[in-house]
């Protein structure tokens, strides 16, 4: 079983950077709802929650032990998100980015070199910076920005499903990803204002 390390922050520490931001997203993939970025600082002496992991390899249960556990002992930590509108109006790789960035903004402390997963974030100087392959598989602050984005947007998916305009299509228990009951409900009942149309198959919509 793999748990992520503190080995990349070690380094950065020992270079001499203080604050080392841990950044990833979630809701890429989804049909439906906003895309969420999380920023996680930890510092040198943390003592990381036991169990922290990519949160794809964690139960919900266990996501939400963490997430709690991560926000009593980070640094500091910040959430950016975009609408469904702006992953519409700009597409999913450019809002990506943009709810990096708001995460980024929003972090207090504000970090001297950001940790990402897979990805370097435009306009941010470069030597800030470090793209990590599978960066939630292998390093800590990664690994909590990934469980505390994915916990956030689950909650907010559940607080749609309570809504009785979306109901029908059970976002709390999918996330708005293309499950086989997702794509029944897009055939009964079409698309609503939180849907991204444009990643819905055709075949879904032609009915």
């Given at each position: 079983m793999i748990y992520p390390t503190l080995d990349i922050e070690k380094d950065l520490w020992n270079q001499?950077?203080?604050f080392i931001a841990g950044i990833d997203e979630a809701g890429r993939g989804s049909w439906?709802?906003?895309v969420v970025a999380a920023a996680v600082v930890f510092s040198p002496n943390?003592?990381?929650p036991e169990g922290l992991r990519d949160s794809k390899l964690l139960t919900p249960k266990k996501?939400?032990?963490?997430?709690?556990q991560i926000r009593e002992v980070?640094?500091?930590?910040?959430?950016?998100e975009v609408s469904v509108e702006g992953i519409e109006k700009r597409g999913i790789a450019v809002a990506t980015q943009m709810a990096m960035r708001r995460a980024l903004r929003d972090l207090d402390p504000e970090p001297d070199f950001s940790l990402i997963d897979y990805f370097t974030i435009q306009?941010?100087?470069k030597s800030s910076q470090k793209a990590v392959k599978k960066g939630d598989l292998h390093c800590v602050s990664i690994a909590a920005a990934s469980?505390?984005?994915k916990v956030y947007r689950d909650n907010l998916m559940?607080?749609?499903?309570?809504?009785?305009e979306f109901g029908v299509y059970q976002f709390g228990k999918h996330k708005g990803y293309g499950t086989k009951s997702h794509q029944e409900a897009i055939r009964e009942f079409g698309v609503c204002r939180i849907h991204r149309v444009s990643f819905i198959p055709g075949k879904l919509l032609d009915v």
């Amino acid at each position: 079983m793999i748990y992520p390390t503190l080995d990349i922050e070690k380094d950065l520490w020992n270079q001499g950077y203080r604050f080392i931001a841990g950044i990833d997203e979630a809701g890429r993939g989804s049909w439906a709802g906003p895309v969420v970025a999380a920023a996680v600082v930890f510092s040198p002496n943390i003592k990381v929650p036991e169990g922290l992991r990519d949160s794809k390899l964690l139960t919900p249960k266990k996501r939400e032990e963490l997430d709690e556990q991560i926000r009593e002992v980070a640094v500091g930590f910040a959430i950016g998100e975009v609408s469904v509108e702006g992953i519409e109006k700009r597409g999913i790789a450019v809002a990506t980015q943009m709810a990096m960035r708001r995460a980024l903004r929003d972090l207090d402390p504000e970090p001297d070199f950001s940790l990402i997963d897979y990805f370097t974030i435009q306009y941010i100087k470069k030597s800030s910076q470090k793209a990590v392959k599978k960066g939630d598989l292998h390093c800590v602050s990664i690994a909590a920005a990934s469980i505390v984005a994915k916990v956030y947007r689950d909650n907010l998916m559940r607080q749609f499903d309570e809504d009785e305009e979306f109901g029908v299509y059970q976002f709390g228990k999918h996330k708005g990803y293309g499950t086989k009951s997702h794509q029944e409900a897009i055939r009964e009942f079409g698309v609503c204002r939180i849907h991204r149309v444009s990643f819905i198959p055709g075949k879904l919509l032609d009915v």
